[in-house]
């Protein structure tokens, strides 16, 4: 496809030209190139180059398509390329509105970077207090020597030759009823109007980078094992300025040695003997905010619970914590010494004296 001139260029006219200045450059030009007058060598030619150029900008619709793409927006139009056609005007609006309605997504846009998955594993106290982590993360960034740009550094990136900047080109396809012209993202700049001359040796012109990087992440207090947490725009670079994405970090809470998590409560299973139970007793309880107090009550049963309130987990984004829930566990003894036997029996004998007197 030969080169075409720009459309303005033939008739003389600026871009931001009226368009009755564009008539009367028409005319004039017309005048001069007409083959009735003009019998110079390419006068014909020139002729129907400023017929094509009047063609196309004396139309609004199409003049600014050719302001945006181009001769390859509206090239499918110029009489040429429609040979065989007998009334061009309806089939040539129709394809008009094909092509306007294509040419919405002719560039290839600006894409979203990728997300990025990590994960930190915490203990039950990082959980409850909030910590620190560091994350080691393998990232894609725009290349460090070029931008991005994928040009070597200093070089410029030119005009695509191929589509004239346009990132579109016209396929011409022969059918049963002519020739049809498609408007194709030129596969040479990809759709981008640009090409670049010398390629960035450093990223070899990918305009790419994977880095390791290490990510100093805040966990809140309160986070639950499973939570995920999300740092906004700080995944894989974008294509073609697209926003970057988002690293994802998966939290895995360890279990504890001595407590149970649910949600907010943390659930602590205390052992006492019979002794205690039945005669009561001041013990020390563990918790994640150091230990507690707690008095035993004279004939406490197993199962009983006994809430020490804000002594659990504060919920996530909230100034409130969830408490500690006691559980007492009576333990019978596994191994009695003779005297301790001696001493149960003893004791069974008064409890079933007692049981009888009560029937
Ligand atoms: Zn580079
Ligand atoms: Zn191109």
């Known amino acids: 496809m030969a080169i075409k001139r720009d459309y303005y260029e033939i008739l003389g006219v600026k871009k931001d030209a009226g368009s009755e200045d564009i008539k009367k450059a028409f005319r004039k030009m017309a005048f001069q190139c007409h083959p009735d007058h003009n019998h110079d060598d390419g006068a014909e030619g020139r002729f129907k180059e400023i017929n094509e150029a009047y063609e196309v900008l004396s139309n609004a619709e199409k003049r600014s398509t050719y302001d945006r793409f181009g001769h390859a927006g509206v090239d499918g139009f110029s009489g040429q390329d429609f040979e065989g056609f007998g009334g061009m005007g309806s089939i040539f609006e129709d394809f008009y509105e094909f092509f306007s309605g294509a040419t919405s ?22 959980a409850a207090f909030g910590c620190q982590r560091n994350i080691d993360i393998s990232r894609i960034e ?37 020739r049809f012209a498609n408007i194709v993202t030129c596969p040479r700049c990809e759709g981008e109007g640009k090409t670049i001359t010398e390629l960035c040796p450093q990223c070899r012109g990918t305009g790419k980078e994977k880095h390791k990087r290490s990510i ?44 149970k998590r649910d949600g907010a409560n943390i659930l602590y ?30 004939g406490s049963q197993t199962g009983q619970i006994f809430q020490f309130k804000g002594k659990g987990i504060p919920y996530l984004n909230r100034n409130r914590h969830g408490d500690q829930l006691v559980r007492l566990l009576v333990v019978t003894p596994e191994r009695l010494t003779k005297q301790q036997r001696q001493l149960f029996q003893e004791l069974a004998d008064s409890l079933s004296r007692d049981d009888k007197k009560g029937k």
């Open 105 to 126: 997504s002719a560039h290839k846009s600006p894409k979203r970077g990728s997300d990025i998955r990590s994960q930190a594993t915490i203990t039950m106290e990082e």
């Open 269 to 298: 299973e205390l052992p006492v003997n019979f002794a205690q139970a039945a005669l009561g007793a001041d013990l020390t309880v563990p918790t994640l905010h150091g230990e507690v107090k707690l008095k035993v009550p004279a």
């Open 216 to 259: 100093t992440i805040e966990i809140p207090a309160g986070v639950d094992d499973g939570n995920e947490m999300r740092l906004n725009g700080q995944g894989n670079v974008g294509e073609r300025g697209g926003p970057a994405g988002n690293i994802y970090i998966t939290v895995t809470v360890l279990p504890h040695r001595l407590f």
């Open 142 to 178: 725009n290349c460090t020597a070029c931008h991005g740009t994928r040009a070597k550094p200093g070089s410029q990136p030119i005009r695509c030759p191929d589509c004239n900047g346009n990132g579109r080109v016209q396929r011409v396809q022969q059918s049963l009823f002519g």
